[in-house]
Every structure is written in structure tokens, then in C-alpha cells.
């Protein structure tokens, strides 16, 4: 049976969420911020980091995309299956990622919303695999650095499970 090993527990996400978020109110301080999480892997980490947002004008909406490859690896060929409900022409925009791995989403992502026209974009990440670099992204606000590993929980999947856990982990097929 598989196993699961823990990366980051539950405590030092929140902390480090905590001071993202305590971060990005500092640069953001008295303007109106328009975050866009990136559904579905980015909703938890999202959920978190805009109750730490103080003195800005916060409001949100999601993307959601779909990116076709083989369970734990991207193609870089994305989907738009769900688009903003508004336009963020002349806005400041943050886009929320879970993580960035390859950088091919991101690349696609940006790209796509730099057409949009907003009057600045900066990217928040939760996690970031260097490693696995095809693409650099200039990641403005990053959460963890990780290793070359497929990582689970706090809204991230493997085959559309353990997003739930509170927890980012490994998981072992093994046990
Ligand atoms: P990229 O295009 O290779 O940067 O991949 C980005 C997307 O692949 C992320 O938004 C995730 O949805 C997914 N992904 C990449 N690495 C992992 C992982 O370790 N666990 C879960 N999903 C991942």
C-alpha cells in the first residue's frame, strides 16, 4: 500500500504562508490587487495567503486550467477550461500558482495575460522545482524551494487525490 511521507508539515506552511502574505501587503500597501488563483492545485494555498492580505483592496478571481500530460509530468500544451469573469486591463495582478515546476504553464499563463493588459503582474508560488527548469519564471513571492520530487497535499493532487491533506508530502507507491 502506498505510503506518505511528510516534506512540509502543516505549521511551517502556515507560517510561511503567513509571511507572504505580510509580504505582499507590504508592496501592495493602500492599492487594489486583483489575485487570480490558478484552480485546481492553487485553492488552498490561495484561500490562506489572501487572509494574511492587510491594507489593500482584495479581490479575486480563479483560472482554471488544464494542462495534458501523463499524470506527473506536463506537456506544456494548456487549456484554458475556466476564464476570468472580469477584464484586469489597467489592474495589478497577482497570479497564484501551486507550483512551478517545468515553468511551461507559467510561461503559457503569462503570456496569455499579458495580453489582457493589466497595469503590472506578479506571479506568487507556493513551491518551485528547480531542478526541473524548461522555462525560467520570475517567481516574485515563492513559499519553498523543493527537490525533484512529485509532491501531494494542501491542494495539490496525483490523479485528482489527496489534495485534502494539510500537509505537502511524498508519496511512496511502495509503502
Ligand atoms: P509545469 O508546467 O511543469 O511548471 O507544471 C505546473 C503544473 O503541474 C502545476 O500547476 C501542477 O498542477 C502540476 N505539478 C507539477 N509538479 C507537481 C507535483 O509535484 N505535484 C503535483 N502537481 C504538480
Redesign the pocket.
Known sequence: MATIDTLIDAAKIQERVAEMGREISKDYAGKEVVFIP?LK?SFIFAADLIRHIEGVTTSIDFLGLR?YGDG?E?S?VVQITSDLTKSIEGKHVIIV??????????EYLLDNMKTRQPATMKVASLLH?PA?TRIKIDIDYLGFTIDD????GYG???AQNYRNLPYLGVLNPDG
Open positions: 490558478v492545485g494542462s506527473t506536463t506544456g500558482e501551486d507550483i512551478v515546476d517545468t515553468g511551461l504553464t507559467m522545482k526541473r520530487v512529485f509532491v501531494i495539490l493532487d496525483y
